[in-house]
């Protein structure tokens, strides 16, 4: 049981950190086989667990072996017998996880059915000096049982302690049930893959440029220049001196200066190669300019989704920059720290991103244009073990993309 128990700590190590599709678990414990008087509970009990780990109810297979101590029946004056010297049994079951408001801990209920085989099984009714005994026999059975887990911080490692009753399906004795309880260690294994990204079918009707679903001015002629909107640009007028302001960052910040060059919106991209000007400094850019990702500070409170005061006036600025330039699509994902378990994490992930795409719409983006996903705590971008780390986990991403080789009809 050592070397099993050490060899499971072992592979967790090749594990760490990462989010996995199957948990394997050990376990040991004792079991109760006599319980018509009083519950004995002097029967060891070893077995090992596969569970797939997905939303809602979790399947699970169960394989135990019960080392049977007293395995022996009272005969009346005829002494007594062996009635079984071990227990092996196989189930099926489902495993339903609850949210919990104390950290790293969760409980759990399960259910399911099995096969439970007896070695050395014996007819006892075939005793004639003992005609009320029935059967120790191998037997169907269902059972349920309950647990509480413990997440290990910063990684998928589960200790688990659970109890179980155990009813056989069939059997002659009345009291033909067992008591169970174990606790074990649960190993994460296996990849979650990935969903297939979605294919955008994209149509330029009149080939300026902008999508059909963003152009607000349909059939315009071919080799009009037209902005954002799908509109045509005004004539141009005589130029006027401008005062030049510094780049400020959605949160107020100054931007930083990034090259020595001509760099008016300081996105690191020269102005006479910078097909995006204006981008805020927020923004991790390409080689043209135009905004790809960005990290936006937006603060949660902890198990909370609703936008907070303070970053209100954040949503509303990156609102009015999607206003300005229509020509992007936007995929905003959202994060949390580990606190709670993987499945709890991701519901809060998902609602903190359509917390922020409902405001855009609010302040009047197109909600074609946007697209939610929720990451849970897969993604930390800081250490989980202080406050300070724990809040910069609390965030919302954000992902533009543009169109890519539009032509008059669209393309898939």
């Given amino acids: ?55 809602g109810l979790k399947p699970r297979f169960d394989f135990e072996y019960v080392s049977i101590k007293n395995d022996t029946v009272k005969l009346g004056n005829a002494g007594t017998i062996d009635e079984a010297t071990s ?72 200790l688990r302690a659970e109890a179980k009753l155990l009813q056989i399906i069939g059997g002659d004795k009345e ?9 074990g260690i649960g190993i994460p294994f296996g990849a979650i893959p990935k969903p297939p990204a979605p294919k955008l079918i994209i149509k330029d009707s009149d080939g300026d440029g902008v999508m059909d679903e963003l152009d607000k001015c349909p059939g315009t002629p071919k080799g009009v220049a037209v902005d954002g909107s799908g509109c045509p640009l005004p004539e141009p ?25 001509p760099d008016r919106d300081r996105d690191g991209v020269e ?7 204006n981008t805020p400094c927020d923004f991790t850019v390409d080689s043209k300019g135009c905004p790809v990702k960005a990290n936006l500070r937006i603060h949660f409170e902890t198990d909370k989704a609703r936008i907070t005061e303070q970053s209100r006036q954040l949503v509303e600025r990156f609102a009015d920059f999607l206003v300005t330039n ?52 897969s993604e930390p971008m800081a250490t989980n073990k202080t406050e300070e780390g724990m809040a910069l986990n609390r965030r919302i991403e954000v992902k533009l993309s543009y169109p890519q080789e539009i032509d008059k009809g669209g393309v898939k």
Wanted: glycine content about 10%; aromatic content about 8%; overall charge negative.
């Fill in 175 to 183: 009291e033909n049930n067992e008591i169970i309880t174990v606790v």
């Fill in 237 to 261: 007028k005589a130029p006027q001196i401008i005062k030049e302001t510094i780049p400020m960052s959605f949160d107020n910040n100054e931007c930083p200066v990034k090259i020595d060059g």
């Fill in 271 to 277: 102005d006479d190669v910078d097909q995006c000007p």
């Fill in 326 to 377: 229509r020509g992007s699509l936007v995929h905003i994902v959202g994060h949390t720290d580990w606190r709670a378990s993987d499945n709890y994490n991701m519901i809060l992930s998902k609602k903190r991103s359509k917390s922020v795409r409902d405001a855009l719409i609010e302040l009047g983006v197109s909600s074609s244009r946007l697209s939610t996903e929720g990451k849970g705590e």
């Fill in 87 to 158: 227990l092996i049994k196989g189930s099926i079951n489902g495993v339903y996880e609850f949210q919990s408001t104390v950290s790293n801990f969760y409980p759990y209920i399960l259910a399911g059915i099995g096969y439970e085989n007896v070695s050395d099984e014996r007819d006892l009714k075939k005793l004639t000096f003992s005609p009320k005994d029935g059967n120790f026999e191998s037997h169907p059975f269902m059972q349920g049982g309950l647990g509480i887990a413990y997440k290990i911080p910063n990684n998928n490692i589960v």
């Fill in 1 to 55: 049981m050592k070397k099993l128990l050490l060899c499971s700590l072992l592979a967790s190590s090749l594990v760490y950190g990462e989010q996995r599709a199957w948990e394997f678990g050990v376990n040991g414990g004792m079991t109760s086989i006599e319980n018509e008087d009083s519950i004995n509970l002097d029967n060891g009990t070893f077995g090992f667990t596969i569970q797939k780990n997905r939303e």
